[in-house]
């Protein structure tokens, strides 16, 4: 196979359907005291050590398939023109590369089904084409069945344990000791697709709707707090006498994965592990019609919110940022990356970020989803030298924590374009309680992460209907992927 370079200058973070599409982030250059503030945080992280030791791999190239590349692989010639994230990236390969003399190499990329079908039929031919697949969660997991990779405990100098590594990959993430599919900082989409609420803080000030932030921090953020806030703030801007895209709303509420995240935010996942730690179907809870129900009379019939349905092109979902930035809206659920886009920091009005609101306050912490548009991590059974990939992997993770996610986390989002203390504060609470579901990451469109889309795409809310027809189905996909675990 024919091994390439691919330079992308598109965006840093590559948007796919399955996410409301906004502008990529374009970092410029920040104040001293900004760049002060940054150093601090980096030298917190960088007192942390990988546990690495030595190693030198004689500029052996690490060679990478993604559908991707920016998100962790830049060249020379994009560094240096204003973008701290894409410096910030090149300084962490470069730094990791000459620590261990090996050198970063992009072999393939392109679409993400591309991408997939590619890594399928290269793994099964044999072939050694590639060390590590970074790629889409959902397509990605739609390859697990063909069992084409590692279990990431038996990659060397891997270590769950470190910061770097979310809590998920050594808990849900993981059957029978094994975990083929992980996240890391490496996954710098992980947390700008992470969901959250947004809200303009003028037009909340003026309908008097109190001290968010306070409600949020004090854990009373409810679904029917937020309900009860926009049920009724809707006017008929433009007189015809029906809702629509040219009226005012409490809220706006897309369709596709914006709708789906609720199941989560409302820690109601579609698997969880059983007695024996096996993960099972666990989607039809007891509060699961409640919650069908509740979120069908928010999205159809509360006067307070437009939910649009993409008809057109279900499969790219919706998008109501604009009537957000347009202040039709006060909330507006969206991911982080919406954060750096070139319209938000255009928009003239101050706005503030919430978590995702609870199901009640029986609940104990917010949970936020982090969409299938992020990557994940596998090495393919091919790989002829885990001990190197594990090494890169783990240093580039770690390097990450220390110097990438402070650039884009405590700079981007918590000192350039937040615009106030308590944006930050409810920013630590929402991306520590991101979650990566086990049902969700192996999915793959055919579990039950998609099922609040398709039963609202047919105007359905007969949950027990809906988990009837596609019960049989979601559980042998299920048993598929757990075979694959237990082969292993």
């Not at 084409?148 to 000791?177: G, R």
């Not at 709303?249 to 969880?272: K, Y």
């Amino acid at each position: 196979m024919k091994r390439f370079v691919i330079l992308i200058l598109a965006s840093l973070f590559l948007l796919i359907s399955c996410a409301e599409k906004e502008e990529a982030p374009v970092l410029q250059n920040t104040p001293t005291e900004e760049k002060e503030y940054s150093n601090d945080i980096i030298a917190e992280r960088a007192k942390i050590s990988d546990g690495l030791g030595e190693y030198n791999f004689g500029g052996k190239k690490l060679r990478v398939v993604s559908n991707g590349p920016a998100e962790f692989f830049i060249e020379d010639d994009m560094r240096n023109k204003g973008n701290l994230m894409y410096d910030a990236v090149f300084n962490r390969n470069e730094a990791v590369e000459k620590r261990f003399n090996f050198e970063i190499e992009v072999v393939y990329t392109s679409g993400v089904n591309e991408v997939a079908d590619w890594v399928t039929k290269t793994v099964m031919s044999g072939a050694d084409e590639f060390d590590l697949l970074i790629n889409h969660t959902m397509t990605t997991a739609n390859t697990i069945v063909k069992d084409l990779y590692l279990n990431w405990y038996d990659i060397p100098a891997v270590d769950f344990s470190k910061p770097w590594w979310p809590e998920a990959n050594s808990t849900t993430l993981t059957y029978d000791n094994k975990c083929i599919l992980a996240v890391s900082d490496l996954n710098t989409s992980a947390i700008t697709y992470t969901y959250c609420m947004f809200f303009n803080k003028a037009l909340a000030s003026s309908w008097d709707l109190g001290n968010l932030y306070e409600i949020a921090i004090n854990g009373e953020w409810t679904f029917d707090r937020f309900v009860s806030i926009v049920k009724d703030i809707y006017t008929d801007l433009d007189g015809d006498g029906t809702k629509s895209r040219g009226d005012f709303f409490g809220a706006v509420q897309a369709d596709h994965s914006n709708v789906n995240q609720w199941l989560w935010a409302f820690d109601n996942p579609t698997v969880s592990k059983n007695e024996e730690g096996v993960p099972t179907l666990s989607v039809k809870t007891d509060k699961i019609n409640t919650i069908i129900n509740s979120l069908y009379e928010y999205c159809f019939n509360t006067p307070g919110v437009y939910y649009e349905i993409n008809r057109e092109n279900p499969g790219a979902g919706s998008n109501v940022s604009d009537m957000f930035l347009n202040k039709q809206s006060i909330f507006h659920i969206g991911s982080m990356n919406s954060v750096t886009s070139e319209r938000f920091r255009d928009f003239e009005d101050d706005y503030g970020i919430l978590p995702i609101p609870k199901w009640d306050e029986n609940q104990t912490n917010y949970t936020n989803m982090t969409y299938g548009g992020h990557s994940v991590l596998a090495v393919p059974k091919t790989c002829p030298d885990t001990e190197f990939v594990g090494v890169a992997v783990e240093a580039l993770s770690a390097e990450s924590y220390k110097t990438v996610i402070p650039t884009f986390y405590e700079i981007a989002l918590k000192t350039r374009y937040l615009r106030d203390n308590e944006s930050k504060e409810v920013l630590d609470l929402i991306i520590d309680s991101r979650v990566f579901d086990f049902g969700y990451i192996y999915d793959g469109w055919q579990g039950f992460g998609w099922m609040i889309h398709n039963m609202f795409f047919e105007g359905s809310n007969n949950f027990e209907s809906y988990y009837s027809k596609h019960y049989s189905s979601a559980r042998i996909h299920y048993k598929k992927i757990i075979k694959v675990f237990e082969k292993l």
